[in-house]
């Protein structure tokens, strides 16, 4: 019946002013055929599209039982595509399967740089440690979700998962994507995959917080669903629209890692001063992610994640800081003196805003000697990054 009435209103949108070409009868009637009579159509001005420009389809796998079901829902998402900046040119009913469906024609790109959709990315961290305990990588996790945050770089989502027999985490979180400059855009559609509940109902309760969590950090989210995984549990899966380029991703933040000098008999002395040394990364401008114990000989170090900026110039990329090393050309004849030496030296670098964010005493009786490890960012007196 849907196919039938859609033809009969085409072929008189299509045809405009020209008559019918078939007389009809009122009943029984016998009052002989009717002329034809030209009628005027309303008008119907077209979508205009500039030169060159295609016209794509939206398409979706959501159904409804019946077809006067599709029109409110094609409408509530042609609404969503037009807040998320995108040129809509309307839909059309379809059949799928036993049911019916819809699909929306869209402009697939955005002119002269507008500001929406946004552009951005998603990206997942793991910081490659297993733990033993579930709640010490729950704490991890927590922690590391925070830091994220604190850096101001939203959080979309936070799971643990299975190392070898151990626990680990990954923390999903939303950086912008630092696109070169065109004169177009392409809009591009994109899914996120985030928890993971036993009951389909479960999944279906969290999407809205979902939801809400992309419109929080100011991306369109198109719609959310409930998913089942592979292993029986289910997922919340969230569209969402982004900006992009054929010039592919270019964030604006990448991690980096630094592997502490201090070796420690215990492991849990390590993580203590992991922890410990995390503010003096945030007090360099290099936000600290995640410390992660590492062995070391038959000893134990740590490591820390923490962020940097990334600066894009023509031929590729230089981070905004690195972490360069110090090595003291003097030498003492005690240990105390090379500590001794090293405070002073790190005191200075600190007043230089050369950040210190590790140091040690090396060698032995007679011939001591230190090295300090200091933040430099780019465009810095005495820098190695190009300015």
Do not use: H
């Not at 409804?64 to 900046?85: C, D, H, Y």
């Not at 389909?200 to 992309?214: G, W």
């Not at 997922?235 to 270019?250: D, F, P, S």
């Not at 503010?279 to 070391?296: C, D, H, I, N, T």
């Amino acid at each position: 019946m849907f196919k039938k009435i859609f033809l009969a209103g085409f072929s008189v949108f299509a045809l405009g002013g020209q008559s019918f070409s078939q007389p009809f009868n009122l009943d029984s009637s016998t009052l002989g055929d009717i002329p034809t009579v030209k009628t005027a159509e309303p008008s119907r001005p077209a979508p205009v599209t500039p030169p060159g420009v295609t016209i794509a389809s939206y398409t979706t796998d959501e159904t409804v039982t019946f077809e006067s079901q599709v029109q409110p829902a094609m409408a509530a998402r042609i609404n969503a595509l037009k807040a998320a900046g995108i040129t809509t040119l309307g839909g059309r009913a379809v059949e799928l399967g036993n049911d019916y469906s819809f699909v929306i024609d869209y402009i697939p790109t955005v002119k002269n740089g507008a500001a929406l959709p946004p552009a951005v990315l998603v990206e997942t961290y793991k910081n490659g440690a297993a733990y033993w305990l579930e709640s010490e990588a729950v704490e991890a996790m927590k922690a590391c979700a925070a830091n994220f945050r604190a850096a101001r770089l939203p959080v979309v989502g936070s799971s643990l998962y299975d190392a070898g027999g151990d626990n680990a985490f990954a923390v999903d979180y939303l950086v912008k994507n630092v696109l070169r400059p065109t004169q177009d855009y392409d809009v591009k559609f994109e899914n996120y995959t985030g928890g993971k509940f036993t009951f389909e109902s479960d999944a279906v309760k969290n999407i809205p917080a979902y939801l809400a969590m992309f419109k929080q950090a100011g991306v369109p989210a198109i719609r959310g669903k409930a998913a089942a995984r592979s292993d029986g549990n289910y997922v919340v899966l969230v569209e969402y629209v982004v900006k992009t380029n054929k010039y592919g991703a270019r964030p604006q933040y990448s991690v980096a890692r630094y592997d502490s000098r201090a070796v420690f008999t215990f492991d849990k002395e390590a993580l203590k001063a992991s922890k410990e040394a995390l503010p003096a990364f945030a007090a360099a401008g290099v936000p600290p992610l995640s410390a992660v114990v590492r062995p070391e000989g038959r000893d134990y170090s740590y490591s820390v994640d923490f962020l940097v900026g990334n600066i894009y110039q023509q031929g590729g990329v230089i981070p905004s800081a690195v972490i360069e090393t110090y090595q003291a050309p003097e030498t003492f004849i005690f240990d105390s003196e090379a500590r001794k030496a090293m405070a002073e030296k790190a005191a200075a670098f600190n007043a230089a805003g050369m950040n210190v964010v590790g140091s040690a005493v090396t060698g032995s009786l007679g011939n001591f000697t230190y090295v300090i490890d200091y933040v430099a960012k780019a465009g810095q007196p005495g820098s190695p990054l190009p300015r």
